[in-house]
């Protein structure tokens, strides 16, 4: 709470004397913003659904109830309920509020927008468990300065947000339940389809934008086929459930997973889960899969899908960071404790992962067989079907900075010092959000090759987002990525064109069966 006085209290400060946005009128009525120093119009804490409380809540998202007067939308609403946030989202930004009632997005646009402007937006990650579209490090303002209107999504995480449950399935009226925090970012695109114009936002340049459970979510949306026709791009970063490991989950295991969430609350129905405080829902301990396979927002697996050319078929921008991984090895230090970890983990695959990745660095091996076996996977496989599958082109980049920490820095889950590109390291060279990072206390010391690069990737996502193919000052007009060549643009203090590490190699942790056949889906109104 006194990360989020402190932040607000410097919004308020940096917005003194500014003069209030133009009323703007939108589903529900007006809302009035505030113009920020730079240049940049901003609507907080815009509402794009009904609050999904006592009955609402399990339920798609409702229509917002029209207000009376004008909304003031000059602040961030809370961050969807959620349990206590990691200590690796509170380094640099403090905690936030969180309520249940947390369905808004923010928009940020050039000042004075009035003509057909690209629209980005940005959904968080947050492993679907949670996840604020408030954070510094995600802040719309500074692309917004640079010529598009931006969003950030809000959605429901963790159980309130991603559960099935067989009563739920009966009166859903399709028969199936869960991914309800899908159903969100669904309804927030429909919002941005009717009233982004308003704003100066065209509605046919949408580019979605998300990081690690964002990225998956944006893989899902173009899954979906309740996503199509919302969105022009997608720019995915760090995540997909290509790869086999996300799911989806059937529905009677992701039922059978409702049940027993119901039991550990104590609860004997619906009615009575429906009637509990929503912190003691959110703190629930039983195991979930997040995404299911509910027949209606989901209905197969991105492999299926893509198969079948059911995908939301539009151009994609994705990759990851050299040194993440969603399941990495302990510290290896020896060729010995390399092999050793390398069997336990993959078997009768183990000589041939070995032969592959084994160098005359075992940490460096094993840091790569830990990213390329989750994560790596995941890219490489959606690249892949969009480029077999797919008539709009892919483009793959491998994040590789090591960001400057300031001397002394310590954090409590990680070591600075050897932490390497790490998961989410990329975003605020994206989004142009570096400063975010020394909000509170300097934790870098940014340097001039930083700055370049920033130049470097967030330009790369300004053109792809104005126009589907990314462009920036060193590399230029991005290689499309190509399945007889797998190549990608390595992201450093020195960005060029390089053969995508370890392409081939991937398969030993898939597999090499064929996708699987398409299944049916219901029809659909």
């Not at 979605?208 to 997608?234: D, I, N, W, Y």
């Not at 959110?282 to 995908?311: C, K, N, Y």
């Not at 290896?332 to 336990?344: C, G």
């Not at 190509?482 to 450093?492: H, K, N, P, T």
């Amino acid at each position: 709470m006194i990360g989020r006085a402190i932040a607000t209290l410097l919004l308020l400060l940096a917005g003194a004397g500014a003069a209030e946005a133009r009323p703007v009128r939108v589903d529900g009525g007006l809302i009035e913003g505030t113009s920020l120093p730079s240049g940049v119009d901003a609507w907080l804490g815009v509402p794009f659904a009904a609050p999904p409380l006592r009955d609402l809540r399990w339920k798609p998202p409702q229509p917002v109830a029209p207000w009376r007067g004008t909304y003031h939308a000059d602040r961030f609403a809370p961050e969807c309920l959620q349990p206590l946030r990691s200590p690796r989202q509170n380094h640099y930004f403090g905690n936030e509020a969180t309520s249940e009632d947390c369905l808004y997005l923010n928009i940020w646009a050039p000042k004075g927008a009035r003509k057909k402007v690209p629209v980005v937006v940005w959904i968080y990650g947050g492993g679907f468990n949670i996840g604020s579209a408030s954070m510094a490090n995600y802040s719309g303002e500074p692309l917004a300065n640079a010529g598009v209107i931006r969003v950030n999504i809000a959605y429901r995480v963790g159980a309130l947000g991603f559960l099935a449950h067989p009563e739920l399935s009966a009166e859903s009226g399709y028969g199936g339940s869960g991914n309800y925090g899908l159903m969100d970012q669904i309804a927030a695109l429909q919002w941005i389809q009717r009233n982004i114009a308003r704003f100066g936002g065209d509605p046919a340049n949408v580019t979605l934008v998300g990081q690690s459970a964002g990225s998956m979510s944006v893989a899902l949306l173009q899954l979906s086929p309740e996503a199509k026709g919302l969105f022009q791009r997608a720019v995915g970063m760090s995540g997909s459930p290509f790869g086999r490991m996300l799911g989806p989950a059937p529905l009677d295991k992701a039922e059978a997973q409702g049940m027993a969430l119901q039991k550990e609350l104590g609860a004997t129905s619906l009615a009575d889960m429906r009637a509990l405080p929503g912190d003691k829902v959110a703190a629930a301990m039983s195991p979930r899969d997040p995404i299911v396979l509910d027949g209606w927002v989901l209905t197969g697996t991105a492999e299926q899908t893509f198969a079948a050319g059911r995908q939301n078929d539009v151009p994609v921008l994705i990759g990851y960071t050299r040194d993440e991984s969603f399941r990495p090895f302990g510290p290896i230090s020896t060729l010995e404790m390399l092999a050793a970890a390398v069997r336990e983990r993959f078997g009768d695959r183990a000589d041939a992962i070995l032969s592959a990745y084994a160098g005359e660095d075992p940490a460096r091996a094993a840091t790569d067989i830990a990213r390329d076996s989750t994560v790596g996977l995941q890219m490489s496989q959606w690249a892949a079907a969009q480029a077999r599958f797919g008539k709009a082109p892919a483009y793959a980049y491998l994040f590789t900075r090591r960001q400057p920490y300031a001397p002394g820095i310590t954090f409590s889950d990680h070591d600075p010092a050897t932490v390497g590109a790490y998961h989410t390291g990329d975003v605020p060279y994206w989004l142009r959000t570096r400063d975010a990072l020394n909000l509170f206390r300097t934790t870098r010391i940014w340097e001039p090759g930083d700055t370049a690069l920033e130049a470097e990737m967030s330009s790369a996502l300004l053109s792809f987002a104005r126009t589907g193919t990314p462009i920036s000052p060193t590399i230029g007009r991005w290689p499309t990525f190509d399945l007889s060549r797998a190549r990608l643009v390595w992201l450093g203090l020195e960005s060029k064109v390089i053969d995508w590490p370890h392409f081939g190699d991937m398969d030993l942790f898939a597999g090499t069966a064929p996708l699987p056949r398409p299944i049916g889906s219901k029809p659909r109104d």
